[in-house]
Each structure stands twice: as structure tokens, then as C-alpha cells.
């Protein structure tokens, strides 16, 4: 059984007991979130929309993802610009479907 799900624009597949790695959510940690799901396969069939069983998941923790280096350079003029990003992240176990 699994679920596609809609956590911040983005598209995940769900199953029980997988942790998925999401963009920052504001809740705390050890928290129980719920999500409407898009898509739910089970051994009955194909639920889609409304009628989709919830998905609820617990967040695991709250981190930041790998370092992106973002480099600009313009040749023969001097100009040379470095700046860093990490995007802020949360890990999320899925709990139950349905």
C-alpha cells in the first residue's frame, strides 16, 4: 500500500514505516502531521481526490541539506562573486495510511 502525497508543491510517494526528506515544516519535532493524499494504491484498487484515506507521519527531525556553492563571474572585468545556500529540511516518518 502507499500514497502520493503533496507536501509543499512537491510530489512524494509515501508507505508505512519509509521516511521521506521534505522541505521545512513549522511543527516540532516528534509532532504527528496529516496530508490529504493524491493517490492511494492498495490491494482493493486505486482511490484518487476526496474519498483518499489521510496520511498521517511523524517528523524525525529537523535538518539542513548539503551545501550549494553559487559562483558568478564575468571574465575580463574583475568581477567574482561567491555565495553558499543550504536549504532547510525536515524528515518525516509516515505512520499510517488511512
Do not use: C, W
Amino acid at each position: 500500500m502507499f500514497a502520493i502525497v503533496d507536501i509543499g508543491g512537491k510530489q512524494y510517494r509515501a508507505e508505512i514505516g519509509r521516511e521521506i526528506v521534505v522541505d521545512r515544516l513549522a511543527a516540532e519535532q516528534g509532532a504527528t502531521v496529516e496530508f490529504a493524499p493524491i493517490l492511494v494504491s492498495s490491494d482493493d484498487g486505486v482511490t484518487i481526490g476526496e474519498t483518499a484515506p489521510k496520511v498521517k507521519a511523524r517528523v524525525v527531525e529537523h535538518l539542513r541539506g548539503p551545501k550549494l556553492v553559487v559562483f558568478k563571474f564575468k571574465p575580463k572585468r574583475g568581477f567574482k562573486r561567491k555565495n553558499g545556500f543550504r536549504s532547510a529540511l525536515t524528515r518525516l516518518e509516515i505512520d499510517t495510511i488511512g
